[in-house]
């Protein structure tokens, strides 16, 4: 079974600063998944970046990019430039079969990193 | 671009009552997920349909069910609703089609507070 580590219950970063979210994973399958999303205190689930378990580069979306160690099966995310609306709570997650193999394969989430940005 | 609609946005019930949150994927998207988020918790997987089709079962109470209608909307009912069922509940889709990597798109939750 899929399971995601998020050791980070809460971070507070100066404004500007970068920040890195940790995030480590175990699973048995070899091809999978990575995926950052964002909730703000509104509650939607906001889409950040994804990486694929056979990507050889890391994934960048203009200020995120996530840190893909295979070996160490981690997917830290790293946000440059931190701004005071980066405050959110942020999950790792990562894809999952389904029990049918029809369709798009589900996502685990890890428990999350309260993330605050200080000005 | 038509994003994940669900309604309502918030709903209050007494215990015991019936709820029922509807969910609009993406127009063409083939794959319909259903979360839970609980006070302060991580959204645990509840069910999926693909093509109308139940394709997995998370942990899903007995007293929840769900389908997905022919114009690809679907519909979570909760019975005998308990005070622990109080939470957010997200709906994604997701396309098998194309070539993207399958990003699940959330709606913006349906929270539900039982009293």
């Known amino acids: 079974a899929q399971k995601i580590t998020q050791t980070q219950p809460g971070m507070f970063v100066q404004e500007k600063e970068a920040v890195t979210l940790d995030c480590t994973y175990d699973?048995?399958?070899?091809?999978?998944?990575l995926f950052w999303y964002k909730q703000p205190s509104s509650g939607e689930m906001i889409f950040l970046i994804y990486?694929?378990?056979?990507?050889?580069q890391n994934a960048t979306e203009g200020r995120y990019s996530l840190n893909f160690q295979k070996a160490r099966k981690s997917a830290n995310l790293v946000i440059s430039a931190s701004q005071l609306g980066d405050s959110a709570m942020y999950f790792c997650?990562?894809?999952?079969?389904?029990?049918?193999?029809?369709?798009?394969?589900?996502?685990?989430f890890g428990t999350g990193t309260r993330l605050t940005i200080i000005p | 671009a038509a994003g994940v609609i669900q309604s309502p946005r918030h709903l209050i019930k007494e215990k015991r009552e019936t709820a029922t949150l509807k969910c609009y994927p993406i127009?063409?998207?083939?794959?319909v997920y259903w979360y839970q988020q609980g006070p302060g918790q991580d959204p645990q997987f509840l069910i999926s349909f693909y093509e109308k089709m139940q394709s997995d079962k998370g942990s899903i109470p007995d007293r929840f069910s769900a389908q997905q209608f022919s114009d690809y909307h679907s519909e979570l009912n909760m019975s005998s609703l308990e005070l622990g069922d109080s939470a957010l509940y997200f709906c994604a889709s997701s396309s098998t089609r194309g070539q993207g990597f399958g990003e699940l798109f959330f709606g913006e939750g349906s929270r539900l507070t039982v009293l």
């Open positions: 997650a990562m894809s999952a079969p389904l029990i049918s193999n029809f369709g798009n394969e589900k996502l685990t």
């Open positions: 699973t048995s399958d070899q091809s999978y998944g």
């Open positions: 990486q694929g378990s056979y990507d050889e």
């Open positions: 127009p063409r998207h083939d794959t």
